[in-house]
């Protein structure tokens, strides 16, 4: 089951806007951290790649790498297994709404912000080069036009 009280969500996690708008630069951030996690989705159509996402868009190769290494990083920092849903879902996880905000938040030059985002989620060891590797891929994400929005985002917590 799944339970809210109403102090165990933050408020800037939580989100009014409709969350599968296809053509939205968060769904496609989503949907290749999504596809990176889980490539063999049974629900999800077509064989989509985490790479074909991300080029389909306009990063270059390098943004691809940087996106590459900061999954591969979030992987082997983390404490526990991410919070991450399958590519067919509907809901955020915890982890995902995290590393969107956060990349909206250095895409708008708010690194405080993210980095204090950052420091209640991940070992303190790995903070530093998680933000390197977020603020070189936001960047990525701008020079290919992509800019995500800097939103409370709702999401569903499991048990």
């Known amino acids: 089951m799944n339970f809210r009280s109403q102090h165990s969500s933050r408020p800037e996690l939580i989100d009014d806007h409709p969350a599968d708008t296809a053509d939205a630069p968060d769904r496609t951030v989503l949907s290749a951290v999504r596809t990176w996690l889980r490539p063999a989705c049974e629900t999800a159509r077509g064989g989509v790649h985490w790479r074909d996402i991300l080029s389909g868009v306009g990063l270059r190769q390098d943004g691809i790498e940087h996106f590459d290494l900061l999954m591969r990083s979030l992987m082997h920092v983390s404490y526990r297994p991410l919070d991450m849903r399958c590519r067919c879902a509907s809901d955020l996880g915890k982890d995902e709404a995290v590393i969107l905000q956060t990349i909206a ?36 994400l701008l020079d290919a036009g992509v800019e995500l929005d800097v939103q409370a985002r709702r999401v569903t917590y499991m048990h």
């Open 105 to 140: 938040l250095l895409q708008k030059t708010h690194s405080g912000a993210a980095l204090r985002m950052l420091n209640e989620w991940l070992p303190a060891p790995a903070v530093s080069g998680v933000l390197k590797l977020l603020r070189w891929f936001a960047i990525d």
